[in-house]
């Protein structure tokens, strides 16, 4: 029978640095699973689902699930991927044993099963003998919904209004009256305890059954799915494992009923502590199709590519009445993120306010269109446009053409108020430009005159007013002296020549000013006001801008230096948030798409770069 826990670990939890977790997934949604062996965030049945497992937002009552050893002198804590899989193993050291727990989520293939969710969890003794504590503490709807507790010979089930979960265990369980379930148990060397956390909807149904032979059995078959997929991957240049590593995270979150791919799967994970600079990425930006596309297509992930190109003509088609697109969209492709907050989580290290949804959606970012419309150039490369899908195009083409000299609240979603901003500028320059393209190259009826003309009058309006002669830099926008990141992306983008004086310049002004080598700020906020309290760390995805940037501006050994630093600020595991903060932790949500796509990026350019370079220049 399980004994009693010595301590309530509802009283005990801490909060783990961010970057003191790994996630597993299903390809609908994700777990993270810290050094320690707790699950302390999940959503279910998707990304933008309601946590059931949100202690990373209030340690006290967000809800977790943990298995580790009773509390030993010295204990050591390691974790790793099954090589080439997104399979789990964390690992517990202590003088008298070795354990380790594998942690997944199964892939479902079938139609039948694709509404279920699995975590697998399998505990194990390497050498010696262990005592394991383990507590499953589920905390429904963000920690809103009540639920009851059903114990049985099988484990558990935790049954609210909306939503059940079923655990199987090896291992009796004990209700642990706070809505959760503990045991405490022994392993010797080389034995073995299961636990697998099931969904389902149904209000009575038992908990799932996981024997060992089944459990083997599923495993291998996770194991081949991650390997035969991650075989696709052409890349076999420098840097090869961290690009791999970012590939599979990328394709932990993916959205496989839509291909969409949120930009993080947490919310509220603060850029700052303290700070009110926390969102809700659990959805897809347009601003990440071309990225996204690019580096898809770089590596060879085809169906990857064709699944979010289809999410995107899918958005091309719901244009709104005046032909414009919208910032940002749910998973599903929904329009609607309204921003709440919850005000009875305490957030992450105490880090107010918890938001879900985002309030950026109703914002106008004219920069997007470039984006959307680059994306789209490089998906349709090699396939041409359809005939119905080219209207669209028209529309919102048409759009752009009444609306770009306006204000926008850009790139970084200020909400200072709109402006002008170069990014803005370039990117609908980027989005006539590749509107010609596709009608030239496919022989399509446009208005080819009227674009070239609005195109040029664009770049023109650029040179003469984003440029400061007085600071030899692009700046963030019209007016201002202050320089940004993303004058990174105009070479990077075809705007201007890759080594352009002007962008050359620009490139060193930013090093001067926003970076702390290798790290690069998206901007100083005492010298671009963005309407927000607090400060933050450095953008990762800046700091493989500007290794790309280096690249295709011939500076070839800075921009080894620079990426081979960046690599050493990946987590044990290879992966990265949004920011790093100045004693190299991770800020923000995690892990962070929108980073590794520039990763591969910047990994992919820089070794072809040094490829063709000669040797001296290397």
């Not at 083997?216 to 991650?226: A, F, P, R, S, V």
């Amino acid at each position: 029978m399980p004994n009693k826990h010595k301590h309530d670990p509802f009283r005990t939890m801490t909060y783990l640095p961010i970057e003191d977790h790994g996630i597993i997934g299903d390809l609908h949604t994700v777990a993270l699973v810290g050094k320690n062996g707790t699950i302390d965030w999940c959503c279910i049945p998707s990304f933008d689902a309601p946590s059931v497992f949100g202690a990373l937002l209030d340690a006290e009552k967000g809800g977790f699930f943990s298995i580790a050893p009773q509390e030993a002198p010295e204990m050591a804590l390691k974790q790793y991927y099954l090589p080439e899989t997104n399979i789990l193993i964390t690992r517990f050291f202590t003088l008298e044993g070795v354990g380790e727990i594998t942690d997944f989520m199964p892939i479902e293939h079938s139609k039948t099963h694709m509404k279920r969710h699995r975590i697998i969890r399998a505990v194990r003794v390497v050498r010696g003998s262990m005592t394991f504590e383990l507590t499953c503490r589920p905390a429904f709807n963000y920690a809103r919904d009540e639920h009851s507790v059903h114990l049985s010979e099988r484990g558990a089930a935790f049954r609210s209004t909306d939503l059940s979960l079923g655990l199987f265990s090896s291992i009796p369980l004990a209700d642990d009256g706070h809505g959760g379930v503990v045991t405490t148990f022994t392993l010797q060397q080389d034995h073995w305890a299961y636990f697998l956390l099931e969904s389902t909807g149904d209000q009575t149904s038992e908990p799932p059954h996981l024997s060992p032979a089944e459990y083997q059995q599923i495993l291998l078959d996770t194991k081949n799915y991650w390997r035969t997929w991650l075989s696709q991957c052409r890349y076999q240049g420098r840097w090869r494992e961290m690009v791999h590593r970012s590939a599979l995270a990328l394709k932990l979150l993916t959205y496989a009923p839509t291909g969409a791919i949120v930009a993080a799967p947490t919310t509220s994970l603060p850029e700052s502590m303290g700070g009110e600079r926390n969102w809700d990425y659990r959805y897809t930006w347009l601003r990440d199709s071309s990225l996204t596309i690019h580096s898809l297509l770089l590596l060879g992930f085809h169906q990857e590519a064709d699944a979010f190109g289809d999410w995107l003509r899918a958005r091309a088609a719901e244009l709104t009445e005046d032909g414009s697109l919208q910032t940002m969209y749910t998973i599903h492709g929904g329009h609607d993120m309204t921003e709440i907050t919850l005000d009875h989580l305490d957030g992450y290290r105490h880090s107010r306010p918890v938001r879900i949804g985002n309030g950026a959606y109703t914002q106008l970012q004219l920069d997007i269109t470039g984006e959307f419309l680059d994306g789209v150039y490089a998906y349709l490369s090699k396939r041409g446009i359809y005939y119905e899908g080219w209207p669209y195009l028209l529309r919102l083409l048409e759009w752009l053409e009444k609306n770009w000299q306006g204000g926008d609240e850009g790139i970084w979603e200020v909400r200072g108020g709109k402006r002008a901003f170069v990014h803005s500028r370039v990117m609908c320059w980027v989005a006539f430009d590749r509107a010609i393209r596709i009608a030239q190259e496919q022989g399509l009826p446009a208005p080819l005159d009227t674009w070239r003309a609005t195109r040029d009058t664009i770049y023109n309006e650029i040179m003469e007013k984003g440029w400061s002669e007085e600071q030899q830099s692009f700046v963030q926008y019209y007016g201002s002296d202050a320089v940004d990141a993303s004058a990174l992306l105009i070479s990077l983008t075809g705007f201007t020549a890759e080594a352009d004086p002007r962008i050359v310049r620009t490139i060193e002004r930013i090093q001067r000013e926003l970076m702390f080598e290798p790290h690069v700020y998206r901007y100083r906020e005492n010298a671009a006001d963005d309407g927000l309290k607090g400060v933050e760390g450095t953008f990762s995805i800046c700091s493989f801008w500007l290794v790309e940037a280096l690249t295709r501006a011939g500076k070839l050994e800075e921009a080894r230096q620079n990426l081979e630093q960046m690599l050493t600020y990946a987590n044990h595991l290879g992966l990265y948030s949004e920011e790093v903060g100045p004693l190299g932790e991770a800020f923000g949500n995690f892990p962070q798409a929108f980073t590794h796509l520039a990763l591969i990026s910047a990994c992919h350019a820089l070794d072809q770069a040094l490829g063709e370079a000669s040797p001296t220049r290397q």
